[in-house]
């Protein structure tokens, strides 16, 4: 069966700089939902996209931002990165029809900021 | 505010042994509840979930949870534990309606022993 695929899988940037996480969420399924987790930590609610329009927001800095495109797939822009950035972020998605609350996960993006 | 907390920071089990971890909740109404399993490096893997009707629900790899709405809990249970159980196991809940961002538990680190 077809997986939440995210890309990069690794990324290391210098702080300040810019990076693109990509989420393409599984057929079928028009919300997309991305989090951040810190080494040791939960699964932190960063943003979310029902329809590409942005459906909630939770503890994401203004230098995030993320969109939704047409074909469903999502984008998570990071800029101005800091160390504290460095986490894997997880880009989940779930159904249009039946089970609208099931979020299956990505493999997630492991960012490391030197 | 809504919340899950999952007491146990670190089990430790012997193969063939049974299992329980604890998972708690607190929401104004019953949320939808999940159970995710991740290896070391890896994605969020969904073992099961409850969202009403039977609770006691069953899940993947031989795993089942009871949701007792009068203690708030959720707890995930296994008969039997593999080498192959050892990983982070986090509970997770939701609000009804869909399109909801899940709050995670802190997670309990599950080790298995010979």
């Known amino acids: 069966a077809a997986g939440v695929i995210q890309s990069p899988r690794h990324l290391i940037k210098e702080k300040r700089e810019t990076a693109t996480l990509k989420c393409y969420p599984i057929?079928?399924?028009?919300?997309v939902y991305w989090y951040q987790q810190g080494p040791g930590q939960d699964p932190q609610f960063l943003i979310s996209?029902?329809?590409?329009?942005?459906?909630d927001k939770g503890s994401i800095p203004d230098r995030f931002s993320a969109q939704q495109f047409s074909d469903y797939h999502s984008e998570l822009n990071m800029s101005s990165l800091e160390l504290g950035d460095s986490a894997l972020y997880f880009c989940?998605?779930?159904?249009?029809?039946?089970?609208?609350?099931?979020?299956?996960f990505g493999p997630g993006t492991r960012l490391l900021v030197l | 505010a809504q919340s899950v907390t999952q007491p146990d920071i670190h089990i430790t089990v012997s193969e063939g042994a049974s299992l329980e971890l604890r998972c708690n909740y607190s929401?104004?109404?019953?949320?939808?509840l999940f159970w995710y399993v991740q290896s070391p490096g890896q994605g969020l893997q969904l073992l099961l979930k409850?969202?009403?009707?039977?609770?006691l629900v069953q899940g993947i790899k031989g795993f089942e949870a009871e949701f007792k709405r009068s203690q708030s809990s959720f707890n995930l249970r296994k008969p039997s534990v593999h080498w192959s159980d050892a990983a982070e196991y986090f509970c997770?809940?939701?609000?009804?309606?869909?399109?909801?961002?899940?709050?995670f538990g802190t997670g309990t680190r599950l080790t298995i022993i010979p």
């Open positions: 409850y969202f009403s009707g039977d609770t």
């Open positions: 989940a998605s779930s159904p249009t029809f039946g089970n609208q609350e099931t979020q299956y």
């Open positions: 929401y104004g109404a019953t949320p939808y």
């Open positions: 997770a809940g939701g609000l009804s309606g869909g399109n909801e961002k899940l709050t």
């Open positions: 996209f029902y329809e590409k329009m942005q459906s």
């Open positions: 057929p079928r399924h028009d919300t």
